[in-house]
């Protein structure tokens, strides 16, 4: 009788929500190789947002699944609400759990991802993945390229190459989907302000997250608490653009002053 009253519990659970990273899943999290000893976060601070989502199929599916730090969660949850509200598609979203931690893994299953305690690619401080606080979206459509000393381009993943291009809509080809550049300003309105895309080198156009500092800020506080700092972080930078391009009469439209507006309010409400 439990059983079928928790199975229609789930069941009836909306495909969006959040949930509390519990112990099984964090003890599954550590046998799979995406949590460690050395974390900067504990599961306590990291929160499962569900979503549903437009797949490259056209049709929404209800499996989407990142994992974030938990002061974090809501906005998470609003942006991809908002992504689905502007037929954005992505391919897929399962836990890093699925990946054994492998990040080339998920990249290659075009795998858009957040929580995973790892390094920063050929580096050894922490991701900012490592602390809930980065995401990525779409990896073949928005790979990573670093470049060698002669200039020559390598991406990851390597089919990601096709996509070298950042034009979505092009003479004589079809339109493509899921490129990063259309969500920028949705990422930054819930405040992930930096995009990998901004990059000089290495470029990861798949790539959004806070900044170090905010990240390291919010992780030494209470969950309560640094949802209180978070949303006030978001709200500055909300009230910041609203106010610059009210001042410059800024219409929707005009994406170079947009741009202009984004990065001094960044500058503004990243400053120490």
């Known amino acids: 009788m439990f059983a079928a009253m928790a199975s229609h519990a789930e069941n009836t659970r909306p495909a969006s929500h959040i949930a509390e990273v519990d112990a099984g899943m964090c003890q599954t999290m550590r046998e799979m190789d995406v949590l460690h000893k050395s974390a900067p976060v504990s599961c306590t601070q990291l929160r499962v947002v569900h979503f549903s989502y437009l797949g ?12 974030v730090m938990a002061a974090l969660a809501d906005h998470v949850q609003a942006i991809f609400a908002t992504l689905l509200q502007r037929k954005f598609a992505l391919a897929g979203a399962q836990l890093m759990q699925h990946y054994r931690g492998d990040d080339l893994a998920a990249m290659r299953a075009n795998n858009t991802s957040a929580f995973n305690d790892r390094a920063i690619t050929n580096g050894g401080a922490h991701s900012l993945h490592a602390y809930g606080a980065a ?16 200039g020559k381009a390598s991406y990851l993943p390597a089919a990601g190459s096709t996509y070298a291009n950042r034009l979505a809509v092009r003479p004589g080809k079809s339109t493509r989907k899921g490129m990063a550049e259309e969500v920028v300003d949705v990422f930054a309105e819930h405040g992930f302000l930096i995009w990998g895309g901004d990059w000089d080198a290495p470029i990861d156009y798949q790539h959004f997250q806070i900044s170090r500092s905010l990240a390291k800020k919010l992780a030494a506080l209470p969950v309560a608490q640094a949802q209180v700092v978070f949303n006030d972080y978001v709200k500055n930078y909300r009230n910041c653009t609203r106010t610059k391009k009210t001042a410059a009469g800024l219409a929707d439209n005009n994406i170079a002053k947009a741009n202009t507006v984004k990065a001094r309010c960044v500058n503004a409400v990243d400053k120490p």
């Open 135 to 150: 995401i990525d979206i779409n990896p073949i459509q928005n790979p990573f390229v670093q470049f060698e000393d002669a």
């Open 56 to 67: 490259f199929d056209g049709k929404v599916h209800d499996d989407g699944a990142v994992m």
